[in-house]
């Protein structure tokens, strides 16, 4: 299995607080993403990165943002937690994008997150 | 823009039958094809992948054929079991440079013993 952990794995906050999410890799991979699954969508992209401090926005990143300082770990932050982000929240990283097996994705367990 | 669409869910199968979970995608250019599997609190791993027409994934006994001509990438399986029972993705990667995935809603299977 790939090295991938997020933190926390559950969380309950209330509207208009902030949240931050953490997935950290063990893997030395070069990009990561952020997508929050739903019913009915699938997974979404919110955001993704492709190197240390370069990052950019997915389909779905209004009220979001997110940091990259260091290799190893992908910072998700709802500045100001609202109910429609209410969600389950996945990490994933590749070694790269390019075909010849390095773009597959590998997932991290995923952060339950209920905005109340 | 790219898109995947699945078959609805869920299906309910008996133990031992065959599997069908039908796949047809948008997209331009050459797209890789993926189906991930999600077991009940857990995240996704990645059960098979194609990445160029008539290329055949499988794993686990599941097989599934990219077919450029029908722009689908049907997942089958033989003989299924409850251990089985899970959330089916299936997921392209397009021609862009960033690696995003473009999943679909997911099919959720049902295995009775």
């Known amino acids: 299995d790939a090295g991938i952990t997020q933190s926390p794995r559950h969380k309950v906050t209330e509207t208009g607080t902030p949240v931050t999410l953490r997935c950290h890799q063990t893997e030395n991979h070069r990009y990561m993403y952020w997508y929050r699954q739903d019913p009915g969508h699938g997974l979404r992209l919110i955001h993704y990165s492709y190197g240390v401090k370069d990052t950019d926005k997915g389909e779905v990143s209004d009220g979001y943002s997110v940091s990259r300082s260091k290799t190893e770990d992908f910072l998700l932050t709802l500045e100001s937690a609202t109910s429609s982000q209410t969600s389950v929240y996945f990490c994933?990283?590749?070694?790269?994008?390019?075909?010849?097996?390095?773009?597959?994705?590998?997932f991290g367990p995923g952060t339950r997150l209920l905005v109340l | 823009g790219d898109s995947v669409t699945q078959m609805e869910g869920p299906v309910t199968l008996s133990e031992e039958a065959f599997l069908t979970i039908n796949c047809t995608y948008t997209a331009t250019g050459y797209p890789s094809l993926f189906w991930y599997v999600q077991y009940p609190g857990e995240g996704l791993q990645l059960l098979l992948k194609a990445t160029k027409a008539d290329d055949k994934g499988s794993n686990k006994g599941f097989e599934a054929t990219y077919r450029k001509e029908t722009t689908s990438f049907h997942l089958e399986k033989g003989s299924v079991q409850v251990s089985d029972s899970a959330v089916y993705f299936c997921a392209l990667k397009g021609s862009s440079n960033t690696g995003k995935l473009i999943f679909g809603q997911g099919t959720t299977l049902q295995v009775k013993p």
């Open positions: 994933a990283i590749s070694e790269s994008t390019r075909l010849a097996g390095g773009e597959t994705q590998y």
